[in-house]
T-cell receptor, first 112, second 112 residues
């Protein structure tokens, strides 16, 4: 059974800092990995999708990497802004399955 | 292009009642997945529908059932509601079963 862990559970940083969010998964036989953002009480916004054959994806100030063999992904946020404050969720799709398995999320607060 | 929509936004039911939640997928998407998200946790996969057929199910009892219609919209039905069913229910659509998932805003269900 796939298990996904996100560390840290919460993070508070001053505006302008570069930061890294971590995601680890137990079964390396994945189809793809997706990073999401969730604002309080809202749905999920897709940030980046990395296919199992890819090493990284970039979108604006966001960069996600994938090391499938070690079961790890990182989300790098450059020059953080107060508007980045949200919960960030990592989810993996198993190669044999059709479901996303989510981590518990990292709650990020960026202080002005 | 219309994104994923869900109705209703909020719902209050009493224990033992039945509820139906609705989801309209994003234009061009043929796959709908449903997730349950308890407060402070990551979403848990309930089931997925691909071209009107159930295409995978998570660890949820049979009183959680669903449908997908020819226009690829979907319903989640929950019978015999329990207090623990109180959660945010999220619907996600994708172009094909393994594609990037796009989430709706969710339905907040409260069971009293």
């Amino acid at each position: 059974k796939q298990e996904v862990t996100q560390i840290p559970a919460a993070l508070s940083v001053p505006e302008g800092e570069n930061l890294v969010l971590n995601c680890s998964f137990t079964d390396s036989a994945i189809y793809n990995l997706q990073w999401f953002r969730q604002d309080p009480g809202k749905g999920l916004t897709s940030l980046l999708l990395i296919q199992s054959s890819q090493r990284e994806q970039t979108s604006g100030r966001l960069n996600a990497s994938l090391d499938k063999s070690s079961g790890r992904s990182t989300l790098y946020i450059a020059a953080s802004q107060p508007g980045d404050s949200a919960t960030y969720l990592c989810a993996v799709r198993d190669s044999a399955g059709n479901m996303l398995t989510f981590g518990g999320g990292t709650r990020l607060m960026v202080k002005p | 292009e219309t994104g994923v929509t869900q109705s209703p936004t909020h719902l209050i039911k009493t224990r033992g009642q039945q509820v139906t939640l609705r989801c309209s997928s994003q234009s061009g998407h043929n796959t709908v997945s449903w997730y349950q998200q308890a407060l402070g946790q990551g979403p848990q996969f309930i089931f997925q529908y691909y071209r009107e057929e159930e295409n995978g199910r998570g660890n949820f009892p049979p009183r959680f059932s669903g449908l997908q219609f020819p226009n690829y919209s979907s319903e989640l039905n929950v019978n015999a509601l329990e207090l623990d069913d109180s959660a945010l229910y999220l619907c996600a659509s994708s172009f094909d079963w393994g594609g990037e998932q796009f989430f709706g805003p969710g339905t907040r269900l409260t069971v009293l």
